[in-house]
């Protein structure tokens, strides 16, 4: 079913390479199980960013969803997005800042090694599996592409949160980008 609600899940596999100056890793990785989201466990099936691929998407790269926190964008150039058998996967050129220098300087050290991607969703399919519920997402539209600190699975705010409270900060979120693409600041 298609939302405006803007969602946000995270992944596991992030590294920096240093002499290349790059970041990569994987914002998402297809066909594994999140943690419980508030009533529902959540798959993001091989497939689902295709769509928004193709379609050229002016998406970010940021620290912990922080729109002042740019590290990269797709219609720049530095940074560049593929769907491979694995999942998403992310390749970030940082700016030479302050905070993308520190945040690499953490990434090596081994203190941040987690990615997450934000989206809306195009199609997706509810199931009950031994009782319980499961979402396959099956085409999203992608937002943006962050390096965080703390993961959702299965400590972070997302999976601990309500499914109600979530939905309200994301509808509150997903209100905020339309104004902003209205003004034109997109």
Do not use: C
Request: glycine share 6%; aromatic share 6%.
């Amino acid at each position: 079913m298609k939302t405006n609600t803007i969602e946000r899940r995270f992944s596991t596999e992030l590294r920096v390479d240093v002499a290349a100056q790059k970041i990569i890793g994987y914002a998402a990785k297809y066909d594994l199980s999140s943690e419980d989201l508030g009533g529902f466990r959540e798959f993001v099936r091989p497939g689902a960013f295709t769509r928004s691929l193709d379609s050229n998407p002016d998406v970010r790269a940021l620290i912990d969803h922080n729109p002042s926190l740019i590290l990269g964008r797709t219609v720049s150039g530095t940074l560049r997005l593929e769907s491979d058998a694995t999942g998403l996967k992310v390749t970030i050129d940082p700016p030479d800042t302050q905070y993308a220098a520190d945040l690499m300087a953490v990434m090596s050290r081994g203190d941040v090694s987690q990615m997450s991607f934000a989206f809306t969703t195009s199609e997706d399919a509810w199931d009950l599996v031994d009782g319980k519920r499961v979402r396959s997402l099956l085409a999203v539209e992608l937002h943006d592409v962050s390096v965080v600190t703390y993961p959702a699975y299965p400590d972070t705010s997302v999976a601990v949160r309500s499914l109600s409270i979530y939905t309200q900060d994301a509808i509150r979120s997903a209100q905020r980008i339309r104004e902003l693409r209205l003004r034109g600041d997109r």
